[in-house]
């Protein structure tokens, strides 16, 4: 089979550049050309169009309503007040006056324009932040936990995601050719520490080549007992192994071969947890990140791109087998996982005090959406906290903000300064409201076949009628809607899962982990949107009434038959039906 079309064009693309310059300078067209718009992915850019506008645009022969999607990298969620500041005033000069914090952990911008589209991009670096390779077939923005109880391990963790970001991004000099107009050479200077663990594979990309990776490659770091950061549902993983004072990391539990994504009615598509292949110690870290990079680099499908994920390569090599591809590269065994355990996988709300006496606030901010309302004014708010608090700003991979390290002395301001703008509120919502979460879908995605950030409130609502009924309202359990099913909310590790199958039409599944650590299973197909709390009501009120002590959501309703216990493994896909 011949290699994916993509493939010529990452060869051609004299690492990166293609003809985005040229495509910047037409101001005929609010749109970049084809190969372009593949390309620009890679300097964290997705055209879109207002979807919501299309057909009435296409009636008046007009061109569709274009603009860009942005994305930071930002290792870990960090960002100072400043950096903070920054991205208020970008979003509200040339986007949609709002910012989004996403699952993986960064800010997002919508509705960008092609002609402010370079400014944008070289005032976000002005800020000291970048969006290279925040989408496309690389490494993207590695996330790690933001849990400020687990602080004295936080800062170490952080560190990692900033290192392994800052180590497997690529060496092209295209983006600030483009973007910023560095002429200080081809190469972007990175520090290398350790060394590469393998032949270069190209002068100018020695990590990548010029074909780059077969499709995106995700890592994650998580802290037990939180996997907050779904740790499963990724590429790679590094589970924290603590010693028994909680305050010094041992070394690192590495998993592979998680992922969400699949496609309705092919069968060869499905999500997958990741599995457990060895242990390392921190100073191994990187060096097994690159070696993991590679295997899939070297081993990846890339004839067809729905199969190019690292998971299907895990299904065909095996663990065992990418495994020891990995150790040749290494030219070490990894050690047996140590044991460790997780509890849960949502954020901690409200405030907690970390080991130095500083404070903490998580705020809730439903599907990651920071703007002005007509009743909630959280984006100035949080411009004005930004003006004089002392600490910094920590994004969840859960959609919410924690105001962190508040000195003890600041902390009655900034509480008062919540209260003034309605935040302090936010996290007293019922438990089922705090563990939603959704992707962007309409009207901007472009693969979106039905409405998720924009409907899940509504129908979390109705489904609050139900659980008031039931006595559970603080109660946690996840639960999830996708537009499509390639899955950027994690929906296949949510309790209850929604994802679009069609216009108000979702496929439902339940059984999920409440850890995180269990895929859930369809439960039922093409379900209409009116149809979901009916069919979801005598569900939690059989939970309400007939589980066991401590029992979860997702552990009830396998229990009780409504859906079986989901298995990892090769074939476990086929109890997940891509219908």
Not at 280 to 303: F, K, M, W
Request: charged fraction near 25%; charge should be neutral.
């Amino acid at each position: 089979m011949a290699k994916h079309a993509n493939e010529t064009l990452k060869e051609a693309s004299n690492y990166l550049r293609g003809t985005i310059l040229d495509g910047l300078a037409n101001a005929a067209s609010g749109s970049l050309s084809g190969g372009d718009q593949k390309l620009t992915k890679f300097h964290g850019i997705y055209q879109q169009d207002d979807r919501d506008l299309r057909r009435e645009r296409h009636k008046k022969k007009l061109e569709p309503v274009y603009s860009f999607m942005i994305r930071v990298r930002a290792p870990g969620g960090v960002a100072t007040t400043k950096q903070w500041l920054e991205m208020d005033r970008i979003a509200r000069d040339y986007a949609s006056d709002a910012l989004k914090i996403t699952t993986r952990q960064t800010f997002q911008l919508h509705g960008v324009i092609k002609s402010n589209l370079k400014r944008t991009i070289y005032e976000i670096n002005q800020a000291v932040f970048d969006t290279r390779a925040a989408c496309g077939d690389v490494n993207r923005n590695v996330i790690s936990n933001p849990n400020p109880m687990q602080s004295q391990v936080r800062d170490e963790v952080n560190d990692l995601a900033n290192s392994i970001s800052r180590h497997l991004l690529p060496r092209s000099g295209a983006y600030h050719d483009i973007w910023i107009g560095d002429e200080a050479g081809e190469q972007i200077k990175v520090t290398q520490n350790p060394p590469l663990v393998g032949e270069p594979a190209d002068e100018l990309e020695p990590i990548y080549g010029k074909h780059y990776l077969p499709r995106k490659f995700k890592i994650v770091i998580a802290v037990p007992p939180s996997n907050d950061v779904d740790v499963y549902a990724h590429d790679l993983g590094f589970i924290a192994i603590l010693n028994e004072a909680q305050d010094k990391i041992l070394g690192y539990n590495v998993t592979i071969g998680g992922g969400m994504g699949m496609t309705h009615g092919n069968e060869a598509t499905f999500p997958r947890l990741g599995e457990l292949m060895g242990f390392c110690t921190p100073d191994r870290v990187i060096a097994v990140a690159e070696s993991a990079l590679r295997v899939q680099r070297d081993h990846g499908n890339r004839e067809d791109r729905a199969n190019a994920r690292v998971k299907y390569t895990v299904e065909r090599l095996g663990v065992d087998g990418y495994r020891s591809e990995m150790e040749k590269l290494l030219g070490e065994k990894l050690e047996e996982p140590r044991p460790f355990v997780f509890e849960h996988n949502g954020d901690t709300y409200g405030w907690t005090e970390d080991h130095l006496g500083n404070w903490n606030f998580c705020l809730y901010i439903e599907n990651g959406r920071v703007y002005d309302g007509p009743e909630y004014p959280m984006m100035t708010g949080l411009r004005e906290i930004a003006k004089v608090h002392q600490g910094e700003f920590w994004m969840t991979t859960n959609q919410n903000l924690i105001i962190a390290r508040i000195p003890p002395g600041e902390k009655p301001r900034i509480e008062k300064m919540l209260a003034e703008y309605g935040m302090l509120d936010s996290v007293g919502r019922s438990a089922l409201r705090l563990h939603s979460m959704s992707c962007v879908a309409l009207p901007s995605c472009g693969l979106a076949l039905t409405e998720a950030q924009r409907y899940l409130p509504t129908l979390v609502t109705e489904l609050e009628e139900v659980i008031e009924e039931a006595g559970l309202r603080h109660d946690a359990i996840t639960i999830r809607m996708t537009g499509c099913p390639n899955g950027c909310a994690r929906p296949y590790i949510g309790e209850i899962a929604l994802v679009g199958k069609g216009p108000d039409t979702y496929n439902l599944y339940l059984g999920a982990g409440f850890a995180g650590d269990r895929l859930n299973k369809l439960y039922r197909s093409s379900i209409k949107n009116g149809e979901i709390t009916a069919v979801l009501r005598p569900i939690l009120l059989d939970y309400a009434a007939n589980r066991l002590p401590g029992e979860r959501f997702g552990d009830f309703t396998v229990r009780a038959g409504y859906v079986k216990a989901s298995e990892n493994g090769p074939g476990f896909h086929k109890d997940v039906a891509a219908v």
